[in-house]
């Protein structure tokens, strides 16, 4: 069950990205989406998608990754 729900943690942010991404394709190629009167808008909106979705998962990566020990000393916890 955690594996599952480790699955939909990761996947409604990748949809997020992958949305960021195709409106700023449909900017690139002047094709307007309906909420967005500016195609700068829509641009910045996609930007906005694609950053948090895949900070988000770099996030949840690193994060599994620390606790198994997995990385690199750069990016290891500094004890007090």
Same mark, same amino acid.
């Given at each position: 069950?955690?594996?599952?729900? $480790?699955? %939909?943690?990761?996947?409604?942010? !990748?949809?997020?990205?992958?949305? =960021?991404?195709? &409106?700023? +394709? /449909?900017?690139?190629?002047g094709k307007l ?11 910045? $909106?996609? %930007?906005?998608?694609f950053v948090l !979705?895949?900070?988000?998962?770099? =996030?949840?990566? &690193?994060? +599994? /990754? ?15």
């Open positions: 069950m955690g594996r599952v729900i $480790a699955l %939909l943690l990761l996947l409604i942010p !990748g949809i997020f990205a992958g949305y =960021g991404i195709k &409106l700023m +394709r /449909d900017m690139l190629f989406q309906a909420p967005f009167p500016y195609l700068w808008m829509q641009f910045l $909106a996609g %930007l906005i998608f !979705g895949l900070g988000f998962i770099a =996030g949840f990566i &690193l994060h +599994r /990754d620390r606790k198994r020990n997995q990385v690199q000393e750069r990016f290891k916890l500094k004890k007090r």
